[in-house]
């Protein structure tokens, strides 16, 4: 049976609302209303601009939609549904979002976190599916991780499970989560940046003058997309940085694999891009590391939504509790 749903999909740079369908045959886009560029709006105003495509994509949909899902960075308490000051969302302090659109609609609204939204996606429509046990890392701008364990998400008392880029790896290292040495410190964009600024100045200050980064006053210039590119390359110290970021993603993909006995690990964004750079090394501290019995029947593969992932992502959180209510 198909149920139409309506997923919201909150970010730094953007916000968005799409009508949806959900059947035996997974989550499908019917209508995408345009996207507002978050920074143009105050809060309130945000809200309403959504609030205003929300009824317009109930009144396009050709039955009531059964449910309202809504993806948004953290931090935020899933459960009571409110927005708690991400980071990248000045000013959304406090937001009771779930309890705002189902007031003004009428139809159930529920809030996830981003991390745990992808999850969803990728286990319902991307390289998860199938697996009743699988775990999401963003590997992003940040590291956080979804887990889905038996078949269902697992949110924690607090909504705040998964948290994956506060496991520290190293006692020194690039820093995240305000950390150094932690998981998001070695593998993030940021993290990337920081373990090339530290590699290269090495470099620097033994003489010599790198192609990635000839000058001193050019280490500000390094981006986790620079280096990715130089990698693919050839270039030896971009490989060498790349190389350091697949051993430690490996150690915290092993203490992952040793907690959760997934199927499978599925990774986004620059694991997507730079599988080839950073898996052989990953691989190798695994195949040490891990567990036998749990690393061999765990595979790591890059996410299969790409550009429509944010849309799916809200999407499948509006089923997914659909799906959860039906079975109670």
């Not at 990728?122 to 701008?141: D, H, I, Y």
């Not at 430690?248 to 990774?267: K, Q, T």
């Not at 750079?277 to 190798?284: G, N, T």
Request: with cysteine.
């Amino acid at each position: 049976m198909k149920s139409y749903l309506i997923g919201i999909d909150i970010g730094g740079t953007k916000c968005a609302v799409s009508l949806g369908t959900s059947s035996e045959n997974g989550i499908e886009i019917v209508k995408r209303a345009p996207a507002i560029r978050t920074k143009d709006y105050a809060v309130g105003d945000a809200l309403d601009a959504l609030l205003a495509d929300v009824r317009g994509m109930i009144a396009e949909s050709s039955e009531m939609p059964k449910a309202i899902g809504i993806s948004c960075g953290g931090p935020l308490d899933s459960k009571r549904g409110i927005i708690q000051s991400p980071p990248n969302l000045p000013g959304w302090d406090d937001i009771h979002a779930t309890e705002f659109f189902t007031e003004k609609t009428g139809v159930p609204t529920y809030l996830c976190n981003d991390a745990n939204a992808c999850a969803l996606a990728e286990w319902k429509a991307g390289a998860g599916r199938g697996c009743e046990n699988m775990l999401f890392l963003t590997f992003g701008t940040g590291l956080g991780a979804g887990i889905i364990l038996d078949g269902r998400l697992i949110e924690g008392a607090s909504g705040y499970a998964g948290e994956a880029g506060h496991i520290r790896l190293a006692e020194h290292g690039p820093s995240g989560y305000g950390k150094a040495g932690s998981f998001e410190g070695f593998c993030s964009g940021g993290g990337i940046a920081q373990l090339a600024e530290n590699i290269v100045r090495q470099h620097l200050q033994r003489g010599e003058h790198p192609a990635l980064c000839p000058n001193i006053a050019d280490l500000d210039t390094l981006t986790a997309e620079k280096v990715g590119k130089a990698a693919k390359a050839g270039d030896a110290i971009a490989v060498e940085i790349m190389n350091e970021c697949g051993k430690m993603l490996g150690y915290g993909l092993s203490i992952l694999i040793d907690l959760f006995n997934p199927e499978r690990i599925v990774i986004g964004s620059i694991f997507m891009r730079a599988h080839d750079e950073l898996w052989p090394e990953a691989k190798k501290v695994i195949d040490r590391e891990a567990l036998p019995m749990a690393s061999a029947v765990c595979e790591v593969v890059p996410a299969g939504l790409t550009e429509s992932v944010g849309d799916i992502a809200a999407l499948t959180v509006a089923a997914y509790h659909i799906e959860k209510k039906r079975d109670l």
